[in-house]
């Protein structure tokens, strides 16, 4: 090897060195970036989920929640009399009074509780279905969001579908425990299939028809259809859909009620829809 060669050999051999040198250093500093980015998202989860958790203490304490055995109107009744409505129409409703929940926050139009979960909240909603993705019920800014029904929903004047929506936290707030639906277990207790909604203006009872997961898409979301040829077809579609043992019958007179969530990363989504069975007037 000549001496040109050899420094040649030298030069490329620091050169390479010097390459993995900056490599090393520009690996360290990534993973340094990457481990403080994921330590900052598990700190504000936490910080978020304590936040959610002292609202919804402060909640509980305020909404004077009790079971009203009262009569109310039964909704669409069907001509079987052994049909399970019946059964559910027997349900005592929930009531709960918002003159304390009005005045934290303006934008709650009713309260929502769903049996053998953590569904226990106040209903907001507001012109937009993205406000109450990163805000909590006390308005300010919170990945958890909040529990929030669909601005072209009106809770006082139902709409062929009437749509809420809640992020599906780890912890199991918000609508994180409504995958407890598509258990066994959840699901071969009969007495779980109904959703109570309470409002300023009435009570109502939802009963439960239908439970799946599906990917994102707005079909099960529209809130009116323009013929009842159009409803009947997506009424058949969602309950085909349904992955629960319970056998419902629904038709085009019926005001629906979809709960809607989160179910991965992936876009999936956890989706409950109920019928409107007993209602009344507060």
Excluded at 192 to 214: A, G, W
Aim: hydrophobic fraction near 35%.
């Amino acid at each position: 090897m000549t001496i040109e060669e050899y420094f040649k050999t030298q030069s490329a051999h620091e050169k390479e060195s010097s390459k993995r040198k900056i490599l090393g250093k520009f690996s360290v500093i990534l993973c340094l970036f990457i481990f403080i980015f994921s330590l900052y998202n598990i700190l504000k989860w936490f910080s978020d989920n304590s936040k959610i958790q002292q609202i919804s203490k402060e909640i509980d304490k305020n909404i004077n929640a009790s079971s009203s055995k009262e009569e109310g109107e039964l909704i669409n009744q069907p001509h079987d009399k052994n049909s399970n409505y019946y059964y559910y129409a027997s349900f005592p409703f929930f009531e709960v009074s918002f003159s304390i929940l009005k005045s934290q926050n303006s934008d709650v139009v009713g309260f929502i509780k769903v049996k053998n979960t953590n569904i226990n909240y106040p209903i907001v909603q507001t012109n937009d279905n993205s406000y109450y993705l990163d805000h909590a019920f006390d308005k300010k800014k919170n990945d958890a969001g909040w529990i929030f029904m669909d601005y072209r929903s009106d809770i006082d004047n139902l709409n062929d579908n009437t749509v809420i929506y809640g992020h599906a936290r780890l912890d199991g707030s918000m609508f994180g425990s409504l995958k407890n639906t598509l258990s066994s277990t959840w699901q071969d207790n009969r007495d779980n299939y109904v959703v109570f909604i309470s409002t300023p203006k009435e009570n109502m009872i939802f009963q439960i028809f239908s439970i799946y997961t599906i990917k994102s898409e707005s079909y099960y979301i529209t809130p009116n259809f323009s013929s009842v040829k159009k409803k009947q077809i997506w009424l058949d579609t969602i309950k085909k859909r349904n992955v629960s043992p319970i056998n419902t019958e629904v038709d085009t007179n019926d005001k629906i009620l979809t709960l809607s969530t989160c179910q991965n990363n992936q876009g999936g989504r956890i989706v409950v829809h109920a019928k409107l069975i007993k209602k009344q007037t507060r």
